[in-house]
């Protein structure tokens, strides 16, 4: 029993370092999936999350894309994620490093804007309900998570582009 546990560790743990992302994140997953997936206190922490963040399904979101009523759009998955093909206009923070990376994009250190209308969004919402959360504690207030999954977007025929 321990030999196999120390495997099943081991291929975890190979699997981390070539890929950085959980394993609940590495993919297109259901719900049921992702309950298979990851443990409860990570589905509870993304549930947490969505208490206390404003959420826009995907037609309020194309809505916003067509008026352009917002200053960003981010996709906060990894790059080579938002490589293999984002949404217009989107620039790529990923989830891991948008505490660090969102200043100069709001104006820091001149004129910094935490008032920007924010869109985030990630392959099926989890890192984007996390992200949203961490830029509404760092004091940011007008973050909006697109509750969707991407794939529903590509297969509603809205525009793609590849390539960074």
């Given at each position: 029993?321990?030999?196999?546990?120390?495997?099943?560790?081991?291929?975890?743990?190979?699997?981390?370092?070539?890929?950085?992302?959980?394993?609940?994140?590495?993919?297109?997953?259901?719900?049921?999936q992702m309950e298979e997936m990851c443990p409860d206190v990570a589905i509870d922490l993304?549930?947490?999350?969505?208490?206390?963040?404003?959420?826009?399904?995907?037609?309020?979101?194309?809505?916003?894309?067509?008026?352009?009523?917002?200053?960003?759009?981010?996709?906060?998955?990894?790059?080579?994620?938002?490589?293999?093909?984002?949404?217009?206009?989107?620039?790529?923070?990923p989830r891991g490093l948008i505490e660090f990376k969102i200043w100069p994009t709001v104006?820091?250190?001149?004129?910094?804007?935490?008032?920007?209308?924010?869109?985030?969004?990630?392959?099926?919402?989890?890192?984007?309900?996390?992200?949203?959360?961490?830029?509404?504690?760092?004091?940011?207030?007008?973050?909006?998570?697109?509750?969707?999954?991407?794939?529903?977007?590509?297969?509603?025929?809205?525009?793609?582009?590849?390539?960074?």
């Amino acid at each position: 029993m321990i030999k196999a546990l120390a495997s099943r560790s081991a291929a975890v743990l190979a699997v981390s370092f070539l890929n950085p992302q959980p394993l609940c994140a590495q993919q297109d997953l259901s719900p049921a999936q992702m309950e298979e997936m990851c443990p409860d206190v990570a589905i509870d922490l993304v549930l947490e999350a969505k208490k206390s963040i404003r959420l826009a399904d995907m037609n309020s979101f194309k809505q916003a894309v067509d008026e352009s009523s917002y200053d960003l759009v981010i996709d906060v998955r990894e790059p080579s994620e938002y490589d293999a093909g984002h949404i217009p206009g989107a620039i790529n923070i990923p989830r891991g490093l948008i505490e660090f990376k969102i200043w100069p994009t709001v104006g820091f250190p001149d004129v910094t804007d935490q008032g920007q209308k924010i869109y985030l969004y990630c392959n099926t919402g989890g890192r984007a309900s996390l992200s949203g959360k961490s830029l509404q504690e760092l004091g940011f207030t007008e973050v909006t998570v697109v509750e969707m999954k991407l794939t529903d977007w590509i297969d509603a025929g809205f525009p793609i582009e590849k390539g960074s």
